[in-house]
């Protein structure tokens, strides 16, 4: 069966501080899949989702990226985001003032209290506790993280990148959040996770492994996971895999 091609690379580079951080990299992310590109620190993993997304000073990249076969190239953040991008980061933002009700229904299809209500419990907050309180610094990390991956729920994106959905997360919260990917996929939506977490990179469907800003590796979960062993895939990168987290951050 042929796969249908939701997000494409051709020949990405970008260079930032006057070092190559993307070389002529070329992945394609199949619809309705879940991803995880791999590699370690430094490798371009988190600037590969950035550029994706338009993000300020990631505009300036050579070769194209494809999203449902058209360029994203002279397109905004706001653009990219109307065509049903959408970024979860790895360290979540704050909103004083705002409450996660109104955060969590921003951007959603049905903005009723009810569906934000639903989304929550779909990532393990209690509605009743949550709804009202402020997207501030007296919730965690692991919490902001989840209301955000609520917030995306309530989209109906067709591709969620990732970065590092597993950071200050315990092990409890991380299932919730599996859980919601879950969710995505069999709603149809592509997910693209970046990771260099064994337990992350075992829930998807097919994987990357990317050094030095260039493709070394690619195809089932199982032929990347040589990855976090002792034979590293060889590249030229001085880095080796940082070691499985075991509690949260």
């Given at each position: ?13 970008l ?27 430094g ?6 989702a ?12 050579a ?17 990219r985001a ?10 979540p933002?704050?909103?004083e ?14 903005k ?29 990390g ?6 955000e ?10 591709l ?10 315990d ?19 592509t997910?693209?996770?970046?990771t ?9 469907d ?5 050094c ?19 034979k ?5 990168h ?10 949260a951050e």
């Amino acid at each position: 069966m042929t796969e249908t091609s939701m997000l494409e690379t051709k020949d990405l580079r970008l260079d930032l501080g006057g070092s190559r951080i993307l070389d002529n990299l070329s992945l394609e992310f199949w619809a309705g899949h879940v991803h995880a590109v791999v590699g370690p620190n430094g490798a371009g993993k988190s600037t590969l989702a950035n550029t994706v997304m338009g993000l300020s000073g990631y505009t300036g990249f050579a070769g194209d990226i494809l999203f449902e076969g058209q360029s994203l190239k002279d397109l905004s953040i706001d653009q990219r985001a109307q065509k049903g991008i959408t970024l979860a980061w790895q360290e979540p933002a704050r909103y004083e003032g705002l409450t996660v009700e109104k955060f969590v229904s921003a951007g959603a299809v049905d903005k009723s209290k009810g569906n934000s209500a639903h989304a929550l419990d779909l990532v393990g907050l209690e509605p009743d506790q949550y709804l009202g309180r402020a997207v501030d610094r007296t919730l965690s990390g692991g919490e902001r993280k989840r209301i955000e991956l609520a917030s995306i729920l309530t989209m109906a994106p067709k591709l969620v990148m990732m970065d590092e959905p597993d950071s200050g997360i315990d092990v409890d919260a991380l299932e919730k959040i599996f859980a919601a990917i879950r969710i995505l996929r069999e709603r149809g939506t592509t997910v693209l996770m970046i990771t260099h977490s064994r337990t992350v990179l075992e829930k998807a469907d097919h994987a990357f492994l990317i050094c030095c800003g260039r493709m070394m590796e690619k195809g089932a979960v199982e032929k990347i996971m040589d990855y976090f062993g002792e034979k590293c895939i060889p590249c030229n990168h001085k880095n080796e895999p940082e070691p499985e987290r075991t509690d949260a951050e």
